[in-house]
């Protein structure tokens, strides 16, 4: 609860402030951390990342959401190339060179662009703030309230070899939260959102939530660790606090281009 307390505040500051720019450094600080955890649960698995190229390339990626920013198909061209090229001017084994280039890939897909279409959601015209603003509280509302409706009320696992503390319970109050949270931010935040495009998006948005993290799950029970990292306490690292966003910001931005652009 100090984590949040001390780091809500400065979120929502981040992201009232007129540029994107300043809401994007945050972001890009996210990326670093949670694009340097995920390769730290490669490296317990034996497979050796280029973290170099991996942390410029994921914060490159995450900046080509910015206006005026870099193109994005341009700068996954540059480091699908600098890669291989990074395993070739290296001291590595023949055998290690595709998991490394694959894994450093990974990481520019899986933690810079998802993580980016948050920068994507608060540099729309107009809505931005809002779109981030609705995007977080039904998130966080969701995982809120399955953790604890699932520690206070939860009997049967929802999935005890990927998450043992997760439960059905916790899941179907996760759900309902999302959706009334999605009607609350359709409320006070989007109200250019139909009613039942803002019930659907809440059961969606709850549903990716819950597959991010049972995925983030599944990469480090790979590497039989419990948390990514320990840079918040009480949250673990970032890429388990971010975990949950990483599926349902593309799914915001892309409703809000189909349908309200």
Not at 57 to 77: M, R, T
Not at 175 to 185: E, N, R
Request: proline share 5%; glycine share 10%.
């Amino acid at each position: 609860m100090l984590t949040a307390a001390i780091g809500l505040p400065l979120v929502v500051w981040l992201v009232r402030l007129r540029s994107p720019r300043w809401f994007f450094l945050l972001v890009a600080l996210a990326v670093v951390l949670a694009v340097l955890e995920l390769f730290n649960l490669a490296e317990r698995q034996g497979i050796h990342p280029h973290r170099l190229t991996g942390v410029c390339g994921s914060v490159l990626v995450a900046s080509s959401f910015l206006a005026g920013g870099p193109d994005l198909g341009l700068v996954l061209a540059v480091f699908a190339v600098a890669a291989p090229l990074a395993s070739l001017v290296g001291r590595q084994g023949f055998a290690e060179a595709l998991p490394s280039i694959a894994t450093t890939m990974f990481g520019l897909l899986f933690v810079g662009l998802l993580l980016g279409y948050q920068v994507g959601l608060r540099s729309t015209e107009g809505s931005g703030p809002a779109l981030v603003f609705f995007l977080l509280w039904v998130v966080w509302l969701s995982d809120t309230a399955a953790y604890y409706v699932g520690t206070l009320l939860g009997k049967r696992p929802l999935s005890p070899r990927l998450s043992p503390h997760k439960t059905v319970e916790g899941t179907l109050a996760g759900m309902v939260a999302a959706v009334l949270a999605a009607a609350s931010g359709k409320v006070w935040l989007l109200e250019r959102i139909s009613w039942p495009h803002a019930l659907a998006l809440g059961v969606v948005l709850g549903a990716f939530a819950l597959a991010g993290d049972l995925c983030e799950s599944l990469l480090k029970r790979g590497s039989q660790v419990k948390d990514s990292g320990d840079w918040l306490p009480g949250h673990g690292g970032m890429l388990d606090r971010t975990d949950s966003l990483l599926f349902t910001a593309p799914i915001l931005y892309h409703y809000w281009k189909w349908f309200h652009d």
